[in-house]
């Protein structure tokens, strides 16, 4: 099993909390272009936020994640308040 996961990367998932630094950026854009699927928490507020973030701007310019959930904060905090695509625009 252990040889073919290495393998075949297509089916690993992974999470990481509260992505940041150069070295975050650099382990998920090799992890990324091998294949695996990666969730990630970050903190910001808006898509345009993330994009004046240092190191997560790059990760959004090469347009590595696909979905990008905002959650809500205040009374309701956790729940989802929007959910835009790599370009930043609404799905719902």
């Known amino acids: 099993k252990a040889d073919r996961e290495t393998l075949h990367p297509q089916g690993r998932r992974r999470a990481a909390?509260?992505?940041?630094?150069?070295?975050?950026?650099?382990?998920?854009?090799?992890?990324?272009?091998?294949?695996?699927?990666?969730?990630?928490?970050?903190?910001?507020?808006s898509f345009r936020e993330?994009?004046?973030?240092?190191?997560?701007?790059?990760?959004?310019?090469e347009r590595l994640f696909s979905r990008y959930i905002f959650l809500k904060n205040g009374e309701l905090p956790?729940?989802?308040?929007?959910?835009?695509?790599e370009e930043g625009k609404r799905l719902c």
């Open 17 to 45: 909390d509260e992505i940041g630094s150069q070295e975050d950026l650099e382990a998920f854009t090799y992890a990324m272009r091998c294949g695996c699927v990666l969730f990630a928490t970050v903190h910001g507020s």
């Open 50 to 61: 993330l994009l004046e973030k240092p190191v997560l701007k790059d990760l959004v310019r």
């Open 78 to 85: 956790g729940q989802v308040e929007v959910i835009v695509n």
